[in-house]
């Protein structure tokens, strides 16, 4: 399974960024996908995840500011991100699961390289 992330880049604080989320391997298997973050130092932390019964969550510390649909295509899952602040800055991962139970986050034990998102 190779998850890949883009749209990272340097912003200044009340910007706007999307990252996206591809997933892919040779079978006809749909994951259920997600986004965490780690700044240096600190512990990692989930962002916003897709169940695949449509189910979308998004932690209270991006709420209102970031955004996930349930509705992309197969394998997908793009993050906006909006009024971005200097506490957003991190390494963005993209998380895949095969045992995504209803209505719960999913088992991600896929993981993509990140994506770096620089809040000044």
């Known amino acids: 399974v190779q998850l890949v992330e883009s749209g990272g880049g340097s912003v200044q604080a009340g910007g706007s960024l999307t990252l996206s989320c591809q997933a892919s391997d040779d079978s006809y298997i749909e994951f259920c996908l997600a986004w965490f973050r780690q700044a240096p130092g600190q512990e990692r932390e989930e962002v916003a995840w897709?169940?695949?019964?449509?189910?979308?969550s998004i932690a209270d510390s991006v709420q209102g500011r970031f955004f996930v649909s349930a509705d992309n295509p197969k394998n997908t899952l793009p993050l906006k991100m909006n009024s971005l602040k200097p506490e957003d800055t991190a390494m963005y991962y993209c998380?895949?699961?095969?045992?995504?139970?209803?209505?719960?986050?999913?088992?991600?034990?896929?993981w993509g390289q990140g994506t770096q998102v620089t809040v000044s």
């Open positions: 897709v169940g695949l019964d449509g189910t979308v």
């Open positions: 998380a895949a699961a095969t045992y995504c139970p209803c209505g719960r986050r999913g088992d991600y034990i896929y």
